[in-house]
């Protein structure tokens, strides 16, 4: 895989573990109410990417660190956060419509 996909297939993963954790916390919530919080998370994380002091670089050397802060802002890292969670938002509503069609045929049944 070309490294350039892969830095960015790894930034809409990151998102879609946002938008998943979200999820597990609050199961009842709305799939859009989820998808623009964990969206904004995303984004904020990514601005601080903007914000570059020894303390917090200290803490992004760290693979962890890097893991969760990343290093240098990028728009296209925005973008890759927007399709992994509408990724997701299509996952969990494709889930919805068969798990709303399994239950259906139950009842026919």
């Known amino acids: 895989m070309p ?23 609050a199961p009842r919530a709305n799939a859009v109410c989820l998808a623009v919080t964990a969206f904004s998370i995303s984004c904020a994380v990514e ?41 997701g938002v299509l996952i969990d509503g494709l889930a919805r419509l068969i798990v709303k069609a399994s239950h259906s045929f139950k009842a026919d049944a």
């Not at 490294?3 to 916390?25: F, V």
């Not at 660190?65 to 296209?76: D, E, K, P, R």
């Open 3 to 25: 490294d350039a996909l892969g830095k960015y297939l790894g930034d809409a993963l990151w998102a879609l573990m946002i938008l998943t954790g979200l999820a597990l916390i």
């Open 47 to 87: 601005a601080t990417q903007l914000y570059q002091a020894p303390w917090i670089n200290a803490i992004r050397h760290h693979p962890l660190g890097h893991l969760a802060l990343g290093t240098t802002f990028s728009w296209m890292d925005i973008v890759a956060y927007g399709i992994g969670i509408l990724v």
